[in-house]
């Protein structure tokens, strides 16, 4: 399959082929699949970040005991992992320097 350009903004869980003003955190190349594969674990980030939300307004249940926070850190890393593998030099070696990626 070929690979194409995109921009990735983390934060918003962007993913575009245009540059815009602030979706360039990252650069990738990717196939179609793999941006799919991509998309879906922001959609998943998503859902996870609002139930999240929800369960944070149930007092007598602990942060360190939130499943979907935990879900959600998961699949931050497991979208840094891919953004590194399909990034960039640049990207690559940001992503290294932030240190989110598993040793």
Same mark, same amino acid.
């Given at each position: *399959? $070929? /690979?194409?350009? !995109?921009?990735?903004? @983390? +934060?918003? /869980?962007?993913?575009?082929? %245009?540059?815009?003003? %602030?979706?360039?955190?990252?650069?990738?190349?990717?196939?179609? $699949?793999?941006?799919?594969?991509?998309? $879906?674990?922001?959609?998943? *980030?998503?859902?996870?970040?609002?139930? =999240?939300?929800? /369960? =944070?307004?149930?007092?007598?249940?602990? !942060?360190?005991?939130?499943?979907?926070?935990?879900? !959600?850190?998961?699949? @931050? $890393?497991?979208?840094?992992?891919?953004?590194?593998?399909? +990034?960039?030099?640049?990207?690559? =070696?940001?992503?290294? +320097? *932030? +240190?989110?990626?598993?040793?």
């Amino acid at each position: *399959m $070929e /690979r194409k350009k !995109y921009f990735v903004n @983390m +934060g918003t /869980r962007e993913i575009s082929v %245009n540059h815009d003003a %602030n979706n360039d955190d990252f650069v990738i190349h990717a196939t179609e $699949e793999e941006v799919l594969e991509l998309r $879906e674990m922001f959609d998943e *980030m998503q859902n996870a970040d609002e139930r =999240s939300f929800f /369960r =944070s307004h149930i007092p007598f249940v602990p !942060y360190h005991k939130d499943l979907p926070n935990d879900e !959600y850190d998961d699949l @931050m $890393e497991w979208a840094f992992t891919l953004v590194h593998d399909l +990034g960039d030099e640049e990207t690559k =070696s940001t992503i290294e +320097g *932030m +240190g989110v990626l598993k040793k």
